[in-house]
């Protein structure tokens, strides 16, 4: 919780723009929090495909029999490609 008056203000700075800063600042702030958020999404989508793919192959191919085991693991190895690309667009701007 934020406490006084000080903190809240600083905290609104970041979030709302303000007249006194400029837009490429503001992008700049968004794309850094932003970029911070896909990163670690992307890792933990990431690590889950790898887990599950490491999974499949200590216990045999009979969990890849298993549908809902691939969905999962298939829209983890999705997610985690799309937030790197995503990553990369926002970075390259």
Not at 44 to 55: A, D, N
Request: aromatic share 12%; proline share 4%.
């Amino acid at each position: 919780m934020l406490s006084g008056c000080s903190e809240m203000e600083s905290f609104l700075s970041v979030v709302k723009p303000t007249a006194e800063k400029s837009p490429s600042t503001t992008l700049w702030v968004f794309t850094l929090r932003w970029g911070n958020w896909t990163r670690s999404t992307g890792i933990l989508f990431g690590l889950l495909t790898l887990v599950h793919l490491w999974r499949v192959l200590e216990e045999g191919p009979g969990l890849a029999t298993n549908p809902w085991y691939v969905l999962i693991t298939l829209v983890a190895a999705a997610l985690c490609v799309w937030a790197f690309r995503l990553l990369r667009i926002m970075t390259r701007g």
